[in-house]
Every structure is written in C-alpha cells, then in structure tokens.
C-alpha cells in the first residue's frame, strides 16, 4: 500500500505565509511527478505546481512568484511554500505523486486526503 499525508494546513490572514508538506510511504520504488493542486468551494480541481525527479518545476499563473515547490527525494515528500497569500487562495489542497510501486513495478497516480488553507482577515 502507498499513503500520501499532508500537512500544514490553516487560516492565516492575507499576506501571510504557510508551508505544506506532503509525505509518501508505503511499498514504493520510485516517485516521478510529484504535484499540487486545490480545490476551492464550487470550482474544479486544478493545478497549483508540479515539480519532475530531476528538480524542475512548473507553476499555475495564478501562483507564479508567490508559491515555490520543492521535493526531498530521500524522504518521499514534497513541500509546497506558499507566500504573499491572497483569499483567493483559500481552497483545500491535495498532492498527488506518481510512483511506482514494488513488487509488481505498476506506476500510478497516488493523492493525499487534502489539507485546508483558509485566507481571510
């Protein structure tokens, strides 16, 4: 089994800052893509920032400047600084890794149970 936990979710006031943490355990080979992606009330899934094994990353426009993600392979985690936060931020946040999995080597996308970030005064 594979388990995905996220943490350092909370309510912090606009302009404030926040570090989540995403750690995965569990039978695991490798870990590829390892992403995050929120989810406010009433609107879809999407993609915050994903960052490949080799280290490079990608950012939603929305976030650009604002939020840095990085990744400690040797702990199976990916963290997910978010600074200068707006309201609009406010959303439930999950992580998503894609790993493969011993012994029958199978990639698939794993996710987290999500962690709440809420920006308001």
């Known amino acids: 089994q594979v388990h995905l936990v996220e943490s350092g979710g909370g309510l912090v006031h606009p302009g404030g800052s926040l570090r989540l943490s995403c750690a995965a355990s569990?039978?695991?080979?490798?870990?590829?893509?390892m992403a995050w992606y929120r989810q406010a009330p009433g609107k879809q899934r999407e993609l915050v920032a994903f960052?490949?094994?080799?280290?490079?990353?990608n950012y939603a426009d929305s976030v650009k400047g604002r939020f840095t993600i990085s990744r400690d392979n040797g702990k199976n985690t990916v963290y997910l600084q978010m600074n200068s936060l707006k309201p609009e931020d406010t959303a439930v946040y999950y992580c998503?890794?894609?790993?493969?999995?011993?012994?029958?080597?199978?990639?698939?996308?794993?996710w987290g149970q999500g962690t709440q970030v809420t920006v308001a005064s």
């Open positions: 960052i490949i094994t080799g280290g490079a990353t």
């Open positions: 998503k890794a894609r790993l493969t999995r011993w012994p029958l080597d199978i990639t698939d996308d794993y």
């Open positions: 569990g039978s695991i080979l490798s870990i590829s893509t």
